[in-house]
């Protein structure tokens, strides 16, 4: 078997080389954003890297050694294969075909693809939903509940001039009631801190004119306290929890969160730190698998720029590695 390995800016220059020099039958093996090599690399620049194998060496198509003119490529084959090395599963690829009208495929643009997967994406793609009256960030510690808040909060302000409630139900971390606190002055908005289930009931109680966010405590911190919040929370009309998860968590990393959290009944996922994940794609894929819907991607640090409502078109661009707009929302 030969095996090579390809480094070029775009998905469809590595692909391009790897049919010219392997030829139409070559197996993609594995597609990854890396570093560019040199300066470009140090300033962030990255590529992709595409490791590839064939039986042999291929003859060029345009110089075949008997002479005959070699059948076409088929067309479908190839959009298959570009949606396959950009890392979605061979089934999606094939939906993705299918949603490409036929007299769009010969040279499909990465525009035509992106239409085509955001219609097919549509039941897991959830960002572009109203507020519900209460939602919950629930996660692991350090996942970016806190900041996932702060920026849904300050977009909201900045975009439609709203101010969202913040509420605190995190009084178990050292330092973490304050951090929302200065989140909340910075926006202008009202802050509450919640420490026992009964102070919980009185946001309930008390119904806000406004939707209302809840921050929680990364699980491991949470005692009694923090679970009987969590069971206070779950499974009622008013409540949408969303459970925040690193875009590059492994699909058993997921399973073990999401047993985790079982009892806060997440409805939705937030995922974070894309802008440290090579590609959020297996992530993507075993949350379709596990027919569970995505509400933001958290793409920096920066409050409130890093944040994108997953809706379609935007989990679209994402699974095909192209790069989000920082703040599309705010433009
Ligand atoms: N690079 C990157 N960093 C992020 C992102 N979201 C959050 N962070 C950073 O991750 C760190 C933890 O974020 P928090 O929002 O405090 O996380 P948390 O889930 O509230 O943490 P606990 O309350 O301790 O459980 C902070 O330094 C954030 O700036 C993201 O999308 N990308
Ligand atoms: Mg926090």
Known sequence: MHLKRYRMPTVQEALARVRAELGPQALVLSTRMVPRRGPA??????????????????????????????????????????????????DLARQVLAAVPRAARRAASVPTLRCALAQCLAGTAAGGDDFAPIEVFVGPPGAGKTTTIAKIAAQERALHG???????????????VEQLRLYADIVGTSFRVV????????????PSAVPV??????????????????????????????????????PADLDRVLEGFGQARP???????????????????ALR???????????????????????????????????????????
């Open 289 to 331: 698998e596990r027919h569970l819907s995505v509400s933001y991607l958290g793409t920096g640090q920066r409050v409130p720029e890093d944040l994108a409502r997953a809706t379609p078109p935007v989990l679209a661009a994402c699974m095909l590695g192209e790069e989000l707009a920082a703040a599309g929302d705010l433009a």
């Open 213 to 250: 966010l809840v921050d929680t405590a990364g699980r491991s911190a949470g005692g009694r306290a923090a679970r009987a919040i969590f069971d206070l929370l779950s499974g009622r009309r008013e409540v949408r929890t969303h459970l925040v998860v690193p875009a590059a968590s492994k």
């Open 41 to 90: 690399g140090w300033f962030g620049g990255r590529e992709v890297e595409i490791t590839a194998a064939a039986d042999r060496p291929h003859v060029s198509e345009n110089r075949p050694a008997d002479g005959a003119r070699p059948a076409p490529r088929p067309v479908d084959h190839e959009i298959v294969a570009r949606l396959v090395a950009a890392g979605l599963d061979a």
């Open 162 to 176: 709203r101010r969202l409630g913040l509420v605190s139900a995190d009084g178990y971390r050292v330092g973490a």
């Open 267 to 285: 409805d939705r996922v937030v995922l974070t730190r894309l802008d440290e994940c090579d590609s959020p794609v297996p992530l993507l894929t």
């Open 195 to 206: 420490r026992r289930p009964s102070e919980m009931e009185q946001v309930f109680a008390t």
